[in-house]
């Protein structure tokens, strides 16, 4: 058995060279010991050597996945250049910045060092390394063709990660537009239309019907505005737990979000790329369709799709065509279908699903853009009836009172 690598760390150093030069810089290495002998190695003199300290805000920086991404892309780079596995992380591991990178790239070069292989190593790595992205690097090496697979890797996942971070610029505009809405109703509410009601105080009059239900409400939330804003932290952390424990509401979510106006539309044709693009690059690698599509359900992220996918797994089994099973789940639009049976009858399967792929990215891109543009006036519009609605209800009592005089 293999002994276990030593722990790999970053040194800041500072030295001199041949010329008397003072010069500075930074190098992993196990121990400081090893990382002044490989400084004297290159001709410098080591003046001091220690290990880099990491700000606590750079400690807190969590693992994106836009970071595998970028990891996967540069094991790609690196392998097609034919440089060595080993000294691959060691050059990808030093380029990262975030320690925590630096930490899993290190964890994974002692476990291959240890004597596995680079598809087990990342198995013991879920939270950043899915099921998917083991099984396509095991084929890779398997095939001999690893830097192949890597590439492959690396262009789903960018891809992946544009669409969402697409999906995700689509959900939130909305919601800020929300959360500001009723921020400023608030602020008006508790602290404008109090003012507003001294005034009315003072005139012995009755007050329109509009302009009691403001003030009704103004003074609701003035004494119980910390019971309300309980409230919605309570309903957000009640929604939070109940998706992550309840198989059932997270299928109620599902179902529902694919539903909605505009946003619906737009999860739809995301969930379709998501599924052609899985599809094309584990098919492409050489892993068996029925197999393929157990990957292709896990990574659905919506159980309309991976039931509908589920079910096609099941008559793909017993010999029917992908296009024909595809149909008849009723979930998949007409051009993924058409497309998709064109590649079966070529036998370019992957390339088409690709192109599907590719034609629903462009749409979930376009429908974003419209998103955003349909929602710059009904910001206008939404606050300009909150705020026009509240103003009125206190300019109506001294319209009345102009009047009687």
Request: net charge positive; glycine share 8%; aromatic share 8%.
């Amino acid at each position: 058995m293999a002994a276990k690598a030593q722990k790999t760390s970053t040194f800041a150093w500072e030295g001199t060279d041949k010329k008397g030069s003072k010069i500075k810089g930074e190098l992993s290495g196990q121990n400081p010991a090893l990382v002044k002998a490989q400084l004297r190695k290159q001709g410098i003199n080591p003046t001091k050597v220690r290990k880099k300290s990491t700000s606590l805000l750079q400690a807190g920086k969590k693992i994106r996945p836009m970071d595998i991404a970028l990891f996967t892309r540069q094991m790609a780079t690196m392998m097609k250049a034919g440089v060595p596995l080993m000294q691959s992380f060691d050059i990808i591991g030093e380029g990262f910045e975030k320690p925590a990178m630096r930490t899993l790239v290190n964890e994974v070069k002692q476990e291959v060092s240890a004597g596995n292989s680079l598809a087990n190593s990342l198995r013991k790595k879920p939270d950043y390394f899915d099921e998917l992205y083991c099984n396509l690097v095991d084929s890779g090496e398997q095939a001999g063709a690893l830097e192949t697979l890597l590439d492959r890797i690396a262009t789903y996942k960018e891809k992946t990660e544009a669409l969402k971070a697409k999906i995700k610029k689509a959900m939130n505009y909305p919601i800020a537009v929300v959360v500001v809405a009723i921020i400023v109703t608030a602020i008006l509410l508790i602290k404008v239309v109090p003012q507003f009601q001294m005034v009315f105080a003072n005139f012995g009059a009755e007050l329109p019907a509009f302009t009691l239900f403001v003030i009704g409400i103004s003074e609701a939330l003035q004494e119980w505005w910390f019971i309300v804003l309980l409230g919605f932290f309570a309903l957000g952390f009640l929604s939070q737990q109940a998706h992550k424990k309840s198989q059932k509401f997270r299928d109620w979510v599902d179902h529902t979000v694919l539903k909605l106006p505009i946003i619906g539309d737009i999860l739809y044709k995301s969930a379709v790329a998501r599924f052609a693009r899985t599809l094309a690059t584990t098919f492409a690698a050489g892993v068996p369709l029925v197999d393929a599509l157990d990957s292709v359900a896990g990574a659905s992220g919506n159980v309309v799709f991976k039931n509908a996918v589920m079910k096609v797994k099941q008559d793909v089994s017993t010999g029917m065509q992908l296009n024909f099973s595809m149909r008849s789940t009723g979930v998949f639009p007409a051009m993924a279908v058409q497309m998709t049976a064109i590649g079966e009858e070529s036998g370019a399967l992957d390339d088409m699903l690709d192109k599907v792929a590719s034609f629903y990215e462009a749409e979930v891109d376009n429908a974003v853009d419209g998103l955003t543009a349909l929602m710059e006036p009904m910001i206008m519009a939404v606050l300009g009836v909150l705020v026009g609605g509240l103003i009125i209800a206190m300019y109506l009592p001294i319209f009345q009172l102009g009047n009687v005089v």
